[in-house]
């Protein structure tokens, strides 16, 4: 397929890398545009107060690729207007640093943002997330460090799966069906760890800041939640707690029936 690439961590995550590598290994024809700079939790934000820039770069990847110093749902509206030569047949966005899964996430996610600004465009769209552990999470994020040993291991079964699911999935979904598929990979994951159907799980995620300081700054921190959900079906928290890759379709069109 001809496919549009972003993500949320940035034109530099590796995580990104190992996806279009994969991709482009699969057959895939591609264009990368992604930010310049991290954009996680912006959910589907465009930025309205200052002009975006755009610019062509290489980095190495072997495709036509482009920075964006905006969201992610910037990176996909400009691509798609302005710097792609032709027309795409699908977004792929991700890979992201951390799990996308429950309510309480999907909705803030700038990679689960960037594959829905695909699907606003009409395309089929699929987000792609690789859960790490917490303590690897912050190493990652804080250092600025790159995934070796088996998270390196992980992350290019992880794309490889990605890559053969994209070819599989996105051709099946119907063109303006406003639907993304949200896929979660477990860690660690191998070439044979079952893909399973699951559901977003029900998860309050309340005290994501801490209290104001002396100049009455409020600082981002993580919080544990609480999961609510019944019993079935399957989350996609369950899932890949479980060692399975998680499969939500994420169908916009069913917001408001009961």
């Known amino acids: ?48 107060g200052r002009p975006v820039k755009s ?20 990176c996909v509206n400009i691509a798609i207007a ?18 996308n899964c429950t309510l309480g996430f999907i909705i803030a996610s700038g990679t689960v943002a ?15 997330s690789q859960d ?4 690897v999470y ?11 040993g088996e998270l390196l291991t992980t992350l290019k079964i992880s794309a490889a799966r ?21 896929f979660n990979f477990p860690y660690p994951c191998r070439s044979d760890t079952a893909v399973q159907r699951t559901v977003p799980a029900h998860f309050f995620v309340p005290g994501l800041f801490t209290a104001a300081d002396d100049q009455g700054r409020h600082q981002l921190i993580w919080t544990e939640g609480e999961d609510v959900s019944p019993p079935e079906p399957l989350t996609d928290l369950k899932c890949i707690e479980s060692g399975c890759i998680s499969h939500s379709i994420l169908d916009y069109r069913k917001l408001g029936h009961g």
């Open 162 to 182: 990605a890559a053969q699911l994209a070819g599989e999935i996105l051709p099946a979904t119907p063109i303006r069906s406003f639907t993304v598929h949200n």
């Open 132 to 135: 790490v552990s917490e303590e």
């Open 138 to 148: 912050h190493h990652l994020k804080e250092h600025g460090s790159q995934p070796d």
């Open 55 to 74: 610019a062509a770069v290489d980095r190495g990847f072997g495709c036509p690729t482009w920075i964006v110093d905006g969201t992610p749902s910037d």
């Open 1 to 48: 397929m001809r496919l549009l690439v972003t993500n949320d961590d940035g034109i530099n995550s590796l995580f990104l890398h190992e996806l279009v590598f994969a991709l482009k290994a699969a057959g895939h024809e591609l264009y990368v545009v992604a930010p310049v700079n991290e954009q996680s939790w912006t959910g589907a934000s465009k930025t309205r």
């Open 114 to 128: 960037g594959a829905w600004e695909g699907a606003l465009h009409g395309l089929p769209a699929m987000a792609v």
């Open 82 to 99: 302005h710097l792609l030569p032709t027309k795409v047949e699908g977004v792929v966005s991700g890979i992201n640093v951390g799990f």
